[in-house]
């Protein structure tokens, strides 16, 4: 009798993923950017002035997968801070730096060259910046979201004590 329920479950959680890959598959369509093709925006509000973002598929505001890149100039930085979800990353152009901590200390920090990938746990604390002008790739489930460390850090945080 064990076995037999144990079936008809499994045959449920089968069916039922089946079921779901297809739905995904009926939504999806073929979209394909070409470098060229990409529309920059301003980056988003949570981190310092100066990124630019194009958001290539979903949206990291909301809850679902998504895909976007993020260029930063020559030096951008970000101060430590963390994500309550993994982050994933992969390195297009330019030169990621990555350290860990509560404090920036570019002499503590990881490389990560063109074509590197990484990913961080959630909740780790680390900061963040760019030799030469670089493009990173973020991945992963939304909604994506930045918590400083420091909230004087945080640029929403100055736009309110801004008059």
Request: glycine content about 10%.
């Amino acid at each position: 009798m064990r076995s037999c329920i144990f079936t008809i479950t499994l045959f449920g959680i089968l069916s039922a993923a089946i079921s779901s890959q297809a739905q995904d598959k009926k939504s999806m369509e073929l979209s394909i950017y070409a470098p060229a093709d990409l529309k920059w925006q301003v980056g988003p509000p949570s981190i310092p002035a100066g990124a630019k973002m194009a958001i290539l598929e979903g949206h990291p505001g909301k809850d679902g997968p998504f895909v976007m890149r993020l260029k930063f100039p020559d030096g951008y930085r970000i101060p430590p801070h963390m994500h309550p979800k993994p982050e994933r990353l992969t390195v297009l152009s330019g030169v990621f730096n990555i350290g860990m901590g509560d404090t920036f200390d570019s002499s503590k920090g990881k490389v990560m060259p063109a074509g590197a990938f990484g990913t961080w746990a959630p909740g780790m604390k680390h900061y963040v910046w760019a030799k030469g002008e670089t493009v990173v790739q973020l991945h992963g489930i939304g909604p994506w979201q930045i918590d400083y460390v420091n909230a004087n850090d945080d640029p929403r945080n100055a736009k309110k004590r801004t008059p």
